[in-house]
Nanobody, 127 residues
Framework: QVQLVESGGGSVQTGGSLRLSCAVS??????????MAWFRHAPGKEREGVAA????????SYLDSVEGRFAISQNKAKTTIYLQMNSLKPEDTAMYYC??????????????????WGQGTQVTVSS
């Protein structure tokens, strides 16, 4: 059973930075590669995909509003993904979730297509 554990959330002021991590376990790296993504959910808003990466070939996809500010990456062992968040804004405040599924696919920021989810980590940006 694939398990995802997020860490790295916190509170920062506008313009600050945070780095989120998501460690995956219960999965054999040598088997099919995973699509892994970060989603966020703020109160009163729809859950939205922020960034996704395919551990197979490193393909990446970003939400338009974070491109250029956020960067998704993976470690060499392909067991952890990161979300470096720079120039944070109050509207980035949300619970951030890591998600995974086997294989890459069109529209990788679509939440319903992911099978595995972490518990979430809170990001709060104050003005």
């Amino acid at each position: 059973q694939v398990q995802l554990v997020e860490s790295g959330g916190g509170s920062v002021q506008t313009g600050g930075s945070l780095r989120l991590s998501c460690a995956v376990s219960g999965y054999t790296v040598s088997s099919n590669a995973l699509a892994m993504a970060w989603f966020r959910h703020a109160p009163g808003k729809e859950r939205e995909g922020v960034a996704a990466i395919y551990t197979g070939d490193g393909s990446i996809s970003y939400l338009d509003s974070v491109e250029g500010r956020f960067a998704i990456s993976q470690n060499k062992a392909k067991t952890t993904i990161y979300l470096q968040m720079n120039s944070l804004k109050p509207e980035d405040t949300a619970m951030y979730y890591c998600a995974a599924r086997v294989g890459w696919f069109r529209r990788p920021l679509t939440a319903s297509l992911y099978d595995y989810w972490g518990q979430g980590t809170q990001v709060t940006v104050s003005s």
